[in-house]
């Protein structure tokens, strides 16, 4: 296995201009998290030699690839359309690459048998891909990239064309094969409900990774008001602080400088009690949980809560309510 390093690269087309330095670690799961068009895929096939870069280098394993070809780097690809030939066989399409590097034919039994084993389609060798739902030939083609048994796996929005219930088994089969093989692996994404399987997320904007890091670092720490706002509901305020606390009817954050700061914090971050200045200007019922829109001096924060952690009846929510919230950040101003 191996680590897979970006540095210095970049690329440009017309109206685009992709500038990224980056690395998954030896065995990492590591998620490309953006909206369309921000560089996601280019950068993909910039590590796959799909892509040349104007500059900078690409490395596996500290050694330098970027003059490799596609066929010499040792990679497996899996595109969201999935890409199967349809005139053959799933034990033919999976068997492919292994033809095309003359492996022997006994061998080729062994190791299509083993690459289907490994996404649960054992016994649907004879079949043709017409003959299969999406999620199935989805993992026809993880079998086909996995059967060469490459270093590096690449992931382009593998699930975008599946339904959501499939999307979700598939996704947790990645993540398990991936942990199994100990493969470094990445995966491209737009779906923030996505981050979850992965160790690190790189999180980028127009061409650009805006920052790095664990899930929940991410998600509880963005450095960037792109960031918070890209990986789920936020709450972000523009204050004023002064002696190093910043307010807000009764709510004080202690940012430890003076001036305009933005504050961020999630939803399930504040905590509601009984009594206070906080006015409810509305509610939805979730699934196990309530959102609560409040108005604090002009201010919309929103809240949730678990049903059980209410200090009133979920059918009788007051007109106002006190509000702690229990952690924040700060984000660049
Ligand atoms: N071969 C190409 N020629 C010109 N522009 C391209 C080419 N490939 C990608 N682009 C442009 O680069 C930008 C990033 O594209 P892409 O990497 O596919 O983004 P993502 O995968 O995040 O949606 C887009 O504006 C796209 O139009
Ligand atoms: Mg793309």
């Known amino acids: 296995m191996v680590s897979v390093e970006l540095r210095g690269v970049s690329k440009r087309w017309d109206n685009f ?30 590590i796959a030699g799909l ?111 599946l339904d959501a219930k499939i999307r979700e088994r598939l996704r947790a089969e990645i993540r398990r094969i991936q942990r199994e093989l100990g493969i470094t692996t990445i995966y491209v994404t737009h779906d923030q409900e996505e981050m979850a399987v992965s160790d690190r997320i790189a999180v980028m904007n127009v061409g650009r990774v805006e920052q790095i890091g664990e899930p929940l670092e991410l998600y509880y720490h963005p450095k960037t008001e792109f960031v918070a706002r890209f990986l789920g509901i936020s709450n972000i305020l523009e204050l004023d602080a002064e002696n190093g606390v910043a307010r807000l009817g009764g709510i004080e954050f202690n940012v430890g400088v003076d001036g305009k700061v933005r504050v961020f914090f999630r939803p399930e971050s504040v905590l509601v009690t009984p009594g206070g200045d906080a006015r409810v200007t509305g509610y939805e019922l979730l699934p196990g949980r309530i959102r609560l829109y409040l108005d604090v001096e002009g201010h919309t924060i929103i809240a949730e809560r678990p049903l059980p952690d209410l200090p009133f009846e979920p059918h009788s929510v007051p007109h106002k309510v006190g509000l702690v919230v229990r952690s924040f950040s700060l984000l660049t101003l």
């Open 17 to 46: 201009e992709l500038q990224v330095d980056l690395s998954a670690r030896d065995g990492e799961f590591l998620t490309l998290l953006g909206p369309s068009g921000c560089g996601k895929t280019t950068t993909l096939r910039i």
């Open 51 to 161: 892509e040349r870069p104007d500059s900078g280098r690409v490395f596996f394993d500290g050694k330098d690839v970027t003059d490799l070809e596609p066929y010499e780097r040792n990679i497996g690809i899996v595109f969201q359309d999935y890409a199967l030939f349809p005139h053959m066989t799933v034990f033919k399409n999976v068997a492919f690459g292994l033809e095309m590097r003359k492996v022997s034919k006994v061998e080729i039994e062994r190791k299509v048998r083993w690459a289907l084993e490994l996404v649960g389609l054992e016994g649907f060798e004879n079949r043709y891909p017409e003959q299969l739902s999406g999620g199935q030939q989805q993992r026809v083609a993880l079998a086909r990239a996995l059967v060469v048994e490459p270093e590096v796996l690449l992931l382009d929005e593998p699930l975008s064309n």
